[in-house]
């Protein structure tokens, strides 16, 4: 069974531009949910989707959102980017909520 | 959710066994154990999980005494690949899938 996977594996963008993030769980896994890694903060929760809604959110600004589709894809978007938001984009899917997540191999954003 | 503390880093040599302790005092009745391993520039991958007593699979084993105020992951034998950060989160297994992770403890395995 193929893992999570996660496009693209690496981004650069520029102080102010948007970003999308793409996340396809291991089929038939219906929650998503999302970390962001930084050598300073660790690894952070931001948030989770379960049947095409958020069902918990980290303490992360309003820039960051996300959705799920109906097939539990989900793609994040960080709006006017600012230099901290450089990380490793961390997806994790697992059957249904308060299961194993099992984690894809992460978009590194680099942000100039 | 409780707060876990776990070495900084450990050193170990290639077949030794590894053994990383946590401490979770304030582990909660509905907690749950559970150890992932993150290797640079991946997702964590998932170790083992467990409540009480002692858990075994196929990668490492995890002993967790009556009181549950800490844990340690064992792993058997260890080769130059074991080199990774290894992770001891606590929490509900109804934590909404809102993981908590520490520092970590970050283990070499020398040749």
């Known amino acids: 069974k193929a893992g999570v996977t996660q496009t693209p594996r690496y981004l650069i963008k520029t102080r102010g531009q948007q970003v999308t993030l793409s996340c396809s769980p291991i089929?038939?896994?219906?929650?998503v949910s999302w970390y962001q890694q930084t050598p300073g903060q660790g690894l952070q929760f931001l948030f989770e989707y379960f049947s095409e809604t958020q069902r918990n959110k980290g303490n992360f600004p309003g820039r960051f959102s996300g959705r799920q589709f109906s097939n539990s894809r989900s793609e994040m978007n960080v709006s006017t980017l600012e230099l901290g938001d450089s990380a490793l984009y961390l997806c994790?899917?697992?059957?249904?909520?308060?299961?194993?997540?099992?984690f894809g191999p992460g978009t590194r954003l680099l942000v100039l | 959710l409780a707060k876990t503390t776990q070495p900084i880093s450990m050193d170990s040599y290639e077949g030794q066994e590894v053994n990383i302790t946590c401490s979770h005092n304030n582990i909660a009745t509905n907690d749950y154990i559970t150890w992932y391993q993150q290797f640079p520039s991946q997702g964590p991958r998932f170790i083992i999980q467990?409540?009480?007593t002692k858990v075994t699979n196929e990668v490492a084993s995890l002993f967790i005494p009556a009181d549950r105020k800490s844990s340690t992951l064992s792993l058997p034998r260890v080769s130059l690949s074991d080199t990774a950060v290894y992770y001891c989160?606590?929490?509900?297994?109804?934590?909404?899938?809102?993981?908590?992770f520490g520092g970590g403890t970050r283990v070499l395995v020398k040749p």
């Open positions: 089929s038939g896994h219906r929650s």
């Open positions: 989160l606590v929490g509900p297994q109804a934590a909404g899938n809102k993981l908590t």
């Open positions: 467990g409540y009480k």
């Open positions: 994790a899917s697992s059957l249904f909520r308060d299961e194993t997540q099992y």
